[in-house]
């Protein structure tokens, strides 16, 4: 079975191939943009596509699945790739699979060495962050819960001890270790996943409540 990942949450989108193994995943060809580059037209996004394709000496019609960064990171990217994927999904019947960016980001700092715990931080804006704790070793453990906190609960936990981790973390923590959402690492999380799903039924993770405000009816203009 032969996966495309697309992770566009970071200030690097990155898209690879990778083919399944009994228990692990085989790199066969990966593509990225350049750092802080986030402002791609959807046709960058789909030469991303058909370079990592490229590289992996892999037709379009010899994917079978698509794995997904949902977030959270930045919003532009991530409708992005989900977009990608339902069109994607429309045109040739592969399947999908939605995976969260925050643990695919663990993933990707256990794999550059990093052990202990580690707390993940990324910019949500309004002077929030998205936070969450995992434990690495020998597993990726998750140890505390995707959540938005304020700067200052963010700095708690860093005095509690834990490595900070994030796509910019140097912004807010210049001792901190600054780590990608990677596309490799997406793919091979999503090597034995079955939990496929249809495209209109891809979100991004955003944990704010979605708030509106109603317009008024059209007035009605007295007849002259």
Known sequence: MRILAIEFSSPVRSVAVVETDPGRGIVLGSAQSAFGDTDRRASDALELVDA???AAGVEREQVDVLAVGLGPGS???IRGAISLAQGWQLAS??????LSS???LASQAQAEGLTGRIEIVIDAQRQEFYVAGYELGVACREVAPLRLASLEEVRQREVAGGT????EIHR???EGRVVLPSAVALGRLAVGR???VAGEQLEPVYL???QFVKAPPPRVLPLA
């Open 52 to 54: 990592a394709l490229r």
């Open 75 to 77: 919003y532009a990217g």
């Open 93 to 98: 019947g592969a399947r999908l699979r939605g």
């Open 102 to 104: 925050v643990a695919c």
């Open 164 to 167: 900070m981790v994030g796509p």
């Open 172 to 174: 807010w923590f210049p």
């Open 194 to 196: 079955s939990d496929f």
């Open 208 to 210: 704010r409540e979605t």
